[in-house]
């Protein structure tokens, strides 16, 4: 049982860092995009990257037994 606290730990912490990770990575992104470094195509994907890979790490922690 104390190998499920810390698991959830990471789960929950992933999910309350989520908004604030989606919103520092906009900030970046929107940066590069007005200093034509990335175009809008490629900002969406490393975006939708980052929110998948998030969500994939929650699941993966709440699935370890």
């Known amino acids: 049982m104390k190998e499920d606290k810390p698991n959830i730990a990471r789960v929950l912490g992933l999910a309350v860092g989520l908004p604030s990770s989606i919103l520092g990575v906009f900030g970046?992104?929107?940066?590069?995009i007005?200093?034509?470094?990335?175009?809008?195509?490629?900002?969406?994907?490393l975006i939708?990257?980052?929110?998948?890979?998030?969500?994939?790490?929650?699941?993966?922690?709440?699935?370890?037994k």
């Open 28 to 32: 970046v992104v929107y940066y590069l």
């Open 34 to 45: 007005s200093e034509n470094i990335i175009s809008t195509y490629v900002a969406l994907a």
């Open 48 to 64: 939708v990257t980052i929110i998948l890979y998030t969500f994939y790490l929650m699941i993966r922690y709440a699935n370890k």
